[in-house]
């Protein structure tokens, strides 16, 4: 029986999956970033420095561990994010690092949560970030949203994405020229307009934040400013606040929009109701919805943080963003959204006439996969029909019939031809296992 929340995927998924795998290092790479490999463990003293998530932590233990050691601050625990890690690899690296540093990282995490879709035990998320010391220049947080924004954009099988973006000086600003009694609080409140009804929003922003109740209308309509472009600005502004912050808030959101609107094939959006409820976010801030899957929440998020890490005379700020692979893609697997061309690398099966004929039928696929093509040989030396049936179970496109000539088949379309496995090749589209999208 499946332990609950921890996936396990058929080989077809398992080939969906390594292609966006492939296809984010490739993106991420392109624009210069490293990548990283940190342990899957940390000690509990580094995973529960901000104690937020303490009870969702796993902990890794002997089976007939000294009891003692339960209570051992230098005992480990499975990571629950790569952003922990990030930061301490950080501070024991720092001189052996040039800085800004980027980096991707791409791994599993753990956490003790209930399961449910898009929420597991086990998962994978796929990192960036850019880390300076003392000073990063926000022209990074641009970066990131276009490197992201990129990397999804070359995954065309996916329903439609929304990279969603605000700025954390913007919606402060606003609520402090506003006369806010209580910032965070406001913050922390508007943080849950995708859960509440707008009416009882702004009772828990009265209630709970102090506002007025003309504050709370006018936090409401920031919340619902949403923009493809810059115009978000004349919005803002037109709802009567000003504040120095603000005003950075505007234009930094203002250069994240513009510097992504190139990109084609996924949405980046100013969208003032995103909030980010951790603490440590300071500046741009970064949400990503999927078409049809609202229910997921947030399947790539991130943002700026001014101090990453420290060691009591340096800071490290940095900006990154985080794709939660198996949130994205496990839903459209179950829901049969996604799949695989076929069940196995192979795109030839050499057919098997006989037992003699296996030497021949081997030095056939050995010729075939010296030139890059995924080969193998029929178990048994049954009925070509049989042979045939058992290619197109599994999905493999081509049968290679041994002989004076040799020939090939392709079994969808019945064409068959001579071939020399010295130079034959499938088409290029046929070489690897293809992702489909229903």
């Keep these: 029986m499946p332990i609950s929340g921890f996936p396990e995927l058929l080989p077809g998924q398992r080939f969906v999956e390594l292609a966006v795998l492939d296809r984010l290092r490739r993106t991420f790479e392109l624009h210069g970033f490293a990548p990283l490999e940190t342990p899957a463990v940390e000690t509990l003293d580094q995973l529960t420095r901000k104690g937020e998530i303490d009870k969702e932590v796993y902990v890794?233990?002997?089976?007939?561990?000294?009891?003692?050691?339960?209570?051992?601050?230098?005992?480990?625990?499975?990571?629950?994010?790569?952003?922990?890690?990030?930061?301490?690899?950080?501070?024991?690296?720092?001189?052996?690092?040039?800085?800004?540093?980027?980096?991707?990282?791409?791994?599993?995490?753990?956490?003790?949560?209930r399961p449910q879709e898009g929420r597991y035990r086990e998962f994978t998320q796929a990192d960036i970030d850019v880390v300076a010391r003392d000073v990063l220049p926000f022209h990074h947080d641009v970066e990131i949203a276009r490197v992201m924004a990129e990397a999804l954009s070359a995954l065309e099988f996916l329903p439609p994405l929304r990279l969603q973006v605000n700025n954390r000086r913007l919606i402060e600003g606003f609520y402090r020229g506003l006369g806010a009694p209580d910032v965070p609080a406001v913050m922390r409140t508007v943080d849950k307009i995708d859960k509440v009804p707008a009416d009882v929003l702004a009772k828990l922003l009265r209630d709970d934040a102090g506002l007025t109740t003309e504050q709370a209308e006018r936090c409401l309509a920031l919340a619902e400013i949403r923009t493809a472009d810059a115009s978000f600005a004349e919005q803002v502004r037109a709802l009567g606040v000003e504040h120095e912050l603000l005003d950075q808030g505007i234009e930094?959101?203002?250069?994240?929009?513009?510097?992504?609107?190139?990109?084609?094939?996924?949405?980046?959006?100013?969208d003032l109701r995103i909030a980010r409820g951790l603490d440590y976010y300071t500046g741009t801030v970064f949400e990503t919805r999927m078409a049809g899957y609202e229910a997921l929440g947030s399947i790539c998020s991130g943002g700026r943080y001014d101090a990453l890490a420290s060691d009591g005379k340096v800071t490290y700020p940095g900006v990154g963003i985080s794709l939660g692979l198996t949130r994205l893609l496990m839903p459209l697997f179950q829901r049969g959204v996604l799949g695989a061309s076929r069940s196995v690398p192979s795109a030839v099966l050499v057919a098997l006439p006989d037992e003699e004929s296996r030497p021949a039928c081997d030095a056939i696929a050995h010729a075939l996969r010296i030139r890059g093509v995924a080969t193998e040989v029929a178990a048994a030396p049954q009925k070509y029909g049989k042979q045939i049936r058992y290619a197109e179970r599994r999905g493999i496109p081509f049968v290679w019939f041994p002989g004076d000539p040799h020939e090939v088949k392709d079994i969808r379309s019945g064409e068959q031809a001579p071939a020399d496995p010295a130079t034959w090749s499938p088409p290029d589209a046929d070489l690897h296992p293809a992702v489909i999208s229903n």
Excluded at 252 to 270: F, H, M, Q
């Design 60 to 113: 890794l233990r002997r089976l007939h561990a000294d009891p003692d050691e339960a209570d051992d601050a230098r005992s480990l625990g499975l990571h629950y994010d790569l952003t922990v890690p990030f930061a301490r690899y950080v501070l024991e690296n720092a001189g052996k690092l040039e800085f800004p540093f980027r980096r991707y990282q791409i791994q599993k995490a753990w956490r003790g949560e």
């Design 252 to 270: 930094e959101l203002a250069a994240v929009i513009t510097g992504c609107a190139a990109i084609t094939g996924v949405t980046v959006e100013a």
